[in-house]
């Protein structure tokens, strides 16, 4: 099982070798025990006739320590089995040419590990989450460092609690155009036409920093499908890639 938990919405995926045979998501919640873990987990896989017993490993990338020790209790005490977790720690095949190598947020390793795997170097991944981060792995397989943005929801409740009059709107309803004609619109407009023209913008930037020849670009995250769609210099959307990422570190370290 892998599990990517993020600030705000927590993938779960259960692979059978490399397919990825059932995935779920749920909220994150950063003091739940793993007793309260296992509940959800199980219930969720019983959705889809499965039995959390059957897990034979656990991985998992998060950005709350609350929980990454709560998964590991329920992997190693409650269900018996190996657990993994995505840190500075882990081999990644990867050289990471960040300053400080265990600032760099666990997802954004284990996006570009699969990236490789899949798509090959050099490689530019966009995941659009509860933050917006674009990440660039040059030929050579060394990770270089990227950009963060806050992600669309964060900068639209930062929005509509800071001013009187502008109503909170469903991102993902598009917008009919770029030149909205009503206040709803033009703030979707905003937000999906202005991250699109964002992400772009930076990966401009990063193919001319890198050079020849150019990065292949992917994009995941739960909002991608939203801003992928407007935005010229996307070459693929998988929206599965840190799950695939993760299944792969759980190989390389499993040896």
């Known amino acids: 099982m892998a599990v990517d938990t993020g600030n705000t919405q927590t993938v779960?995926?259960?692979?059978e070798g490399e397919e990825l045979s059932g995935h779920w998501r749920m909220a994150t919640?950063?003091?739940?025990?793993p007793e309260e873990l296992g509940a959800s987990v199980s219930g969720l896989m019983g959705l889809h006739g499965m039995n959390l017993s059957a897990v034979s490993a656990m991985i998992v990338s998060s950005v709350v320590p609350g929980l990454t020790r709560s998964?590991?209790?329920?992997?190693?005490?409650?269900?018996?089995?190996?657990?993994?977790?995505?840190?500075?720690?882990?081999?990644?095949?990867l050289e990471n040419l960040y300053e400080d190598p265990a600032q760099v947020g666990a997802d954004r390793i284990v996006n570009s590990v699969a990236a490789g795997q899949y798509y090959g170097f050099p490689a530019i991944i966009a995941d659009s989450g509860t933050a917006t981060t674009v990440c660039a792995v040059d030929s050579s397989g060394a990770y270089r460092g990227g950009a963060i943005l806050p992600g669309l929801y964060v900068a639209l409740e930062a929005l509509v609690s800071r001013t009187a009059k502008l109503p909170s709107v469903d991102i993902e309803d598009r917008p009919a155009s770029p030149i909205a004609t009503n206040t709803p619109d033009s703030i979707k407009s905003g937000f999906v036409y202005g991250y699109a023209g964002a992400i772009d913008a930076l990966v401009?930037?990063?193919?001319?920093?890198?050079?020849?020849?150019?990065?292949?670009?992917?994009?995941?995250?739960?909002?991608?499908?939203?801003i992928v769609e407007h935005c010229r210099t996307i070459d693929e959307l998988d929206p599965d890639l840190t799950l695939r990422g993760l299944r792969i570190l759980h190989e390389k370290n499993a040896r």
Request: no cysteine.
């Open 12 to 15: 779960l995926g259960l692979f």
């Open 29 to 33: 919640e950063a003091y739940r025990s």
């Open 71 to 93: 998964y590991r209790k329920l992997a190693e005490e409650i269900l018996g089995i190996p657990f993994y977790a995505a840190d500075a720690g882990m081999y990644t095949g």
């Open 204 to 226: 401009d930037r990063f193919v001319d920093e890198l050079g020849p020849p150019r990065p292949k670009v992917i994009a995941t995250g739960g909002l991608a499908p939203v």
